[in-house]
C-alpha cells in the first residue's frame, strides 16, 4: 500500500470514527432530554467501540465537530447544536 493509499485508510478511518461519535451522541440528547450530555455518558456509551477511543481521539473529533457547528464541548459537557434525532 502507498502512502496515499494509506492516507486515504487513515482519513476514511477518521471519518468513520467521527460518525460513530455522532451517531452515539444523537440518542444520548434525546435520551436525557437536554441540550447537554456529559463527557463521561458519552465514553460509557463508546466503550464497546473497537478499537475503543483514547481521550486524545475522542477530544480531536469532539474538537472537529465543534469547528463544524455540530456541538459545543465546554467543562466536559456536549452542548447540542445541530444534532437531531
Same mark, same amino acid.
Given at each position: %500500500?502507498?502512502? #496515499?493509499?494509506?492516507?486515504?485508510?487513515?482519513?476514511?478511518? @477518521?471519518? #468513520?470514527?467521527?460518525?460513530?461519535?455522532?451517531?452515539?451522541?444523537? $440518542?444520548?440528547?434525546?435520551?436525557?432530554?437536554?441540550?447537554?450530555?456529559?463527557? @463521561?455518558?458519552?465514553?460509557? +456509551?463508546?466503550? #464497546?467501540?473497537? $478499537?475503543?477511543?483514547?481521550? @486524545?481521539?475522542?477530544?480531536?473529533?469532539?474538537?472537529?465537530?465543534? +469547528?463544524?457547528?455540530?456541538? %459545543?464541548?465546554?467543562? #466536559?459537557?456536549?452542548?447540542? %447544536?445541530?444534532?437531531?434525532?
Amino acid at each position: %500500500m502507498g502512502s #496515499s493509499e494509506r492516507r486515504a485508510a487513515g482519513s476514511s478511518s @477518521a471519518e #468513520s470514527r467521527r460518525c460513530l461519535v455522532l451517531r452515539t451522541l444523537q $440518542p444520548l440528547f434525546a435520551e436525557v432530554l437536554t441540550e447537554e450530555v456529559p463527557i @463521561a455518558l458519552l465514553k460509557q +456509551h463508546l466503550q #464497546s467501540a473497537a $478499537p475503543q477511543f483514547a481521550d @486524545a481521539e475522542l477530544n480531536a473529533v469532539l474538537e472537529e465537530l465543534e +469547528h463544524d457547528n455540530y456541538i %459545543m464541548y465546554r467543562d #466536559s459537557a456536549i452542548h447540542n %447544536m445541530q444534532i437531531h434525532s
